[in-house]
């Protein structure tokens, strides 16, 4: 009987060793799988980092990323978006800030110095005559020439000119919209395409773009048509300033109708951005 007993007293205890054992295996093995798991999604979360860093990095200098890389369709266009769209917010929100300033002092009608030299900066840059005196200010035709152009009107003509930004001109030049260069203007340097204006960064490309339809005589029917609608309290935006553009291509009306076929099949697409 006592041989019994211990028989089955060790039964007992070879059970509770071998259950033991495979509980350990069974809590090691979802440990591992546990570490494997971590270790997939941290070197998922690497490479997207990565590739986001990649990405910034190619912008942090303002020149155009190779868009080239990223497949045709939707992918490329939201990554020519994303490279773009910064830069002509950033532009208006100037724009804004100045037209607001100056709709403020029109009504004040009060200046201190600073103010004075502002208003001589804004003039200068929007190529408007001013002579200095207060008192006869051409508040028409400056706020005819401070106010943005519509951001999805913007990067549907860049993106039309450029071939969502991979374009030789886009790429070389950082020149998005096509603009070309006078013999007076245009400096030839190795790598770039001849004849077309280059800038050192995308940045300094939209704001040439900007700055052209706000300042160049070939596009005073645009700024009227744009002063109508605000003198009529109507938006400014991409659906009613693209087929008021005149002068930019010589198809005239023919690229107008395309450009808005554009910005209709990529609006939702331009919204998110």
């Not at 929100?93 to 009504?107: E, F, G, P, Q, S």
């Not at 450029?162 to 070309?180: C, D, E, H, V």
């Amino acid at each position: 009987m006592i041989t019994t007993l211990i028989k089955q007293l060790g039964a007992a205890i070879f059970l509770l060793l071998t259950v033991g054992f495979y509980n350990q295996v069974i809590a090691s093995q979802s440990v591992t799988k546990a570490h494997n798991t971590a270790l997939i999604q941290k070197v998922k979360s690497s490479k997207t980092a990565h590739s986001t860093k990649e990405y910034s990095r190619k912008s942090e200098n303002g020149s155009l990323p190779d868009l080239r890389k990223y497949p045709s369709g939707t992918p490329r266009k939201k990554a020519f978006l994303r490279a773009v769209m910064p830069y002509i917010a950033q532009q208006n929100a100037v724009i804004t800030a100045d037209r607001n300033w100056l709709m403020t002092k029109r009504y004040t009608g009060r200046f201190s110095p600073k103010e004075i030299v502002r208003l001589k900066d804004i003039s200068r840059r929007y190529k408007v005559a001013w002579k200095g005196n207060t008192k006869h200010i051409p508040w028409n035709t400056l706020l005819e020439r401070v106010d943005i152009i519509p951001a999805k009107m913007a990067a549907t003509m860049a993106a039309a000119e450029s071939g969502w930004g991979t374009s030789k001109l886009a790429r070389s030049n950082n020149n998005l919209f096509g603009m070309k260069c006078s013999r007076k203007h245009c400096n030839s340097q190795p790598g770039k395409v001849k004849g077309y204006l280059h800038y050192g960064s995308l940045k300094e490309g939209v704001n040439s773009y900007v700055t052209n339809l706000n300042t160049h005589p070939a596009y005073a029917s645009f700024r009227k048509s744009r002063a109508q609608l605000r003198q009529t309290s109507q938006e400014v935006n991409a659906s009613n300033m693209i087929r008021k553009l005149e002068g930019y291509s010589q198809k005239g009306s023919r690229y107008n109708n395309y450009l808005f076929a554009m910005y209709q099949s990529n609006q939702n697409l331009m919204s998110t951005y």
